[in-house]
């Protein structure tokens, strides 16, 4: 079965710091997997995604993701964080056989202090 | 360019009341289309998803249903709501699996 798991509900740091958010999954194949941020109040946008080929993937505002296959996980970084980056955070898989489905993982609260 | 317009952007219903709720998608033919649910502040549950006009599967049952009556458009409706039906219902395109997916700026139901 897939499943994506963000296991931090919540993060806080400081302007200036570097970011990292985990993200593990679980399926059987190998997957397609996304990063989306969505501000207060607003949808969702697309941050990068990584589906075959360079592990390391970067994005817009800056933002790269890296795939690990050997742990199943695909973190979302970027340095310095700025606090315009407080968001919640949304890793997500689609698996080449799964009709489909997006499965998205739980979110994780961003806060950056000024 | 795409883009994508829900319809919509809030609304305040009655629980036992219809509702409708609409999604049109301009600048791409033939688009995966795709209804989500996020309640507050919450994770997002995929509802329905089209690959093609008049084809809608289910993914998970909340007493909701979704037709596609034109390619452009992904329609999610329901005779009587339920207050578990508040949130936040978000639609979104896709060119194809794996793609990116681009999501509307969504509406938002309160029901009570």
């Known amino acids: 079965a897939q499943s994506v798991d963000q296991p931090d509900a919540h993060v806080t740091l400081s302007e200036g710091a570097s970011l990292e958010l985990r993200c593990s999954y679980s399926y059987s194949a190998a997957p397609y997997l996304f990063w989306y941020v969505q501000y207060p109040g607003q949808s969702l946008q697309f941050l990068l995604k990584?589906?075959?080929?360079?592990?390391v993937v970067k994005g817009t505002k800056g933002f790269e993701a890296e795939f690990r296959k050997s742990n199943s996980s695909f973190n979302l970084k970027k340095s310095p964080a700025h606090w315009s980056d407080s968001a919640k955070y949304f890793c997500a898989l689609e698996g080449p056989n799964s009709n489909n489905r997006i499965f998205f993982g739980d979110g994780t609260q961003l806060v950056v202090k000024p | 360019a795409q883009t994508i317009h829900q319809w919509p952007v809030a609304e305040i219903k009655a629980v036992g009341s219809p509702l409708s709720l609409g999604c049109t998608i301009k600048?791409?033919?033939?688009?995966?289309l795709y209804w989500y649910w996020q309640a507050t502040g919450g994770t997002l549950q995929q509802l329905f998803y089209?690959?093609?006009?008049?084809?809608v599967e289910s993914v998970v049952q909340l007493n909701l249903s979704a037709s596609r009556p034109k390619d452009d458009q992904f329609i999610l409706s329901t005779e009587k709501l339920l207050l578990s039906h508040s949130g936040f219902y978000l639609c979104?395109?896709?060119?194809?699996?794996?793609?990116?997916?681009?999501f509307g700026s969504g509406t938002r139901l309160l029901v009570i």
């Open positions: 990584y589906i075959t080929g360079d592990t």
């Open positions: 979104a395109w896709s060119q194809q699996s794996n793609s990116d997916y681009t």
């Open positions: 089209s690959i093609t006009v008049g084809q």
């Open positions: 600048g791409k033919s033939s688009p995966n």
